[in-house]
Structures are given as structure tokens and as C-alpha cells.
Nanobody, 115 residues
């Protein structure tokens, strides 16, 4: 089992910044990639950014140039730095960990961007 605990969400004005953190614990040796998804009301959950254990990153087109995903050297905490936030970034953000046979999810953290 892998446990994921997110923090860092909140309310920010458009143009502002937030940093999300996701701390992983448990059987983290199984995890080969971690990332962030988001789900806005009435919409499907979508990938925001991901990073593999090798350090390769992937971003949704809508956040490229504004968001940066990173991890600490021990690879047990993943961060999402969000700059130039827009109202359309408002959503619940979920941390995700991918293992060969299972996907793990955090409880979600609300990000609200006011115009």
C-alpha cells in the first residue's frame, strides 16, 4: 500500500501562485511515477503534470510554462508549483502514484482562483 497526503491548496487571486505538496509513505518502492490530476465541477478528472522516477516530466498543454512539477531527492515528496494562476485552474487537485498493478490517489486539495 502507498499513502499520499496532499497539502498547499487554498484561495488565490488570478495571477497569483500556490505550491502543492504530496508526501508519500508505505510501499513507495513500487511507485514508478507520481503526478497531479485535477477535477473541476462537472468535468472529468484530467492529468496536470507527472514525473517519473527517472525524472522525466509531462504537462497538460493548459499548464505548460506556468506549472512546474518536482520531487525531493529521496523521491518521497512531489511538489507542484503553480504560477500565473487563472480562474479556470480552479479544481480539486489529486496526487497520484502509479505502480505496476495499481494506482494510488490522495484525498484531494481544493484550489480556488478568483478573478
Amino acid at each position: 500500500q502507498v499513502q499520499l497526503v496532499e497539502s498547499g491548496g487554498g484561495l488565490v487571486q488570478a495571477g497569483g501562485s500556490l505550491r502543492l505538496s504530496c508526501a508519500a509513505s508505505g510501499s513507495i518502492f513500487r511507485v514508478n511515477a507520481m503526478g497531479w490530476y485535477r477535477q473541476a465541477p462537472g468535468k472529468q478528472r484530467e492529468l496536470v503534470a507527472s514525473i517519473t522516477t527517472g525524472g522525466s516530466t509531462n504537462y497538460a498543454d493548459s499548464v505548460k510554462g506556468r506549472f512546474t512539477i518536482s520531487r525531493d531527492n529521496a523521491r518521497i515528496t512531489v511538489y507542484l508549483q503553480m504560477n500565473s494562476l487563472k480562474p479556470e485552474d480552479t479544481a480539486v487537485y489529486y496526487c497520484h502514484a502509479r505502480a505496476p498493478l495499481y494506482n494510488y490517489w490522495g484525498q484531494g486539495t481544493q484550489v480556488t482562483v478568483s478573478s
